[in-house]
């Protein structure tokens, strides 16, 4: 009670907060950071928590919503809080979109190549754009983002766009980062954060059963662990959404994934490799400057489009969404 009659307190006289919310903290003193599921309820909502933390003394969870796969950061106090493994909460949310969606990834977890979710609706008339910020000394290739908020400026504020980010770019491109919230921040872009590994190991010369996160001696808790704390620690909200680099797995890291509450993330469609998109495609390019082709590729199809979106027939969708509404009613 006493909480709440601080956050209304807060909320009426600071309704700057309230406004501006897409600005999230930063967790810049994070220790005890652990996976931890459980159920918090909140009425009239349930939320499936998969994180705990302490930042400067304080405790935080990181929830996820399993009906629509929104993400936030929240004290546990403002829930009633019931704690269970991984297997009661899949049991317990059973028909979310969630945990049907962790439940396909696993199924499909035999690929090496390109395993998870791949596309979205094909009902949906546009795409899911996803772009890779993997380790690179080039800038971000800011036309992305300058393009798809001039095409939909009249259409779609903010654009929704994932983002697959890795602790290593974090660190090199901290100007880009900000560039980024920033944008977030005016209400351009609407950013989802994909996980994308922490170091995204590459060898050129190892196949890729052995490449990737599947190269000997990789510390995948690390990996996903320090890429999440970096996030919160540069202010982004991480999401439950995984990608592997190159896309390359197996089926124990599928699962290995999963069981940190993670959705891996495919494509099928690399424009860079030459796949088109379709309707609701999950489309992917790079957005570290190293793949300029793929980008040159996706602002061609933007102006291809261009009479399409202005009629709102050919739309971006937001990541969370399209997974969402491919497992809704399922
Ligand atoms: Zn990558």
């Known amino acids: 009670m006493k909480q709440l009659l601080k956050y209304l307190l807060l909320l009426f006289l600071f309704p700057a907060c309230v406004i501006n919310v897409n600005a999230q903290a930063n967790y810049t003193k994070i220790t005890n950071y652990r996976v931890y599921y459980g159920w918090a309820k909140h009425t009239p909502r349930d939320w499936m928590i998969i994180r705990q933390f302490d930042n400067d003394n304080k405790s935080y969870f990181l929830l996820v919503n399993p009906q629509t796969l929104e993400t936030r950061i929240d004290e546990p106090d403002f829930y009633q809080v019931k704690p269970m493994t991984l297997d009661e909460a899949k049991l317990f949310f059973k028909t979310s979109p969630y945990i049907k969606a962790l439940q396909k990834a696993d199924k499909q977890s035999v690929n090496t190549q390109d395993a998870g979710i791949e596309s979205g609706m094909p009902k949906q008339t546009g795409i899911t754009l996803t772009a890779d910020l993997c380790p690179s000394h080039r800038p971000l290739d800011k036309r992305i983002f300058t393009d798809i908020i001039a095409q939909f400026k ?107 509450g993670l959705i891996p993330i495919g494509t099928d469609a690399w424009l860079a490799k030459g796949q088109q998109p379709q309707a609701g495609s999950i489309v992917l390019i790079h957005g570290n400057g190293n793949e300029p082709v793929g980008v040159n590729d996706f602002i061609k199809l933007l102006k291809s489009k261009t009479k399409s979106i202005a009629k709102k027939q050919w739309l971006l969708y937001d990541l969370r969404e399209s997974v969402d509404e491919e497992f809704q009613g399922e």
């Not at 989802?192 to 996160?213: D, E, G, M, Y």
């Open 154 to 260: 009249k259409v779609e504020r903010p654009v929704p766009v994932a983002l697959s980010i890795t602790g290593i770019w974090m660190r090199q491109h901290p100007q880009d980062l900000e560039w980024l919230k920033k944008m977030q921040q005016d209400g351009e872009i609407y950013i989802t954060w994909i996980n994308h590994s922490f170091n995204h190991r590459v060898s050129a010369t190892l196949p890729l059963k052995q490449n990737f996160l599947l190269e000997a001696g990789t510390n995948i808790n690390y990996e996903v662990m320090e890429t999440e704390i970096a996030m919160l620690k540069n202010g982004l909200l991480p999401s439950v959404f995984f990608r592997f680099p190159g896309l390359v797995s197996d089926q124990k890291l599928v699962f290995e994934i999963t069981n940190f």
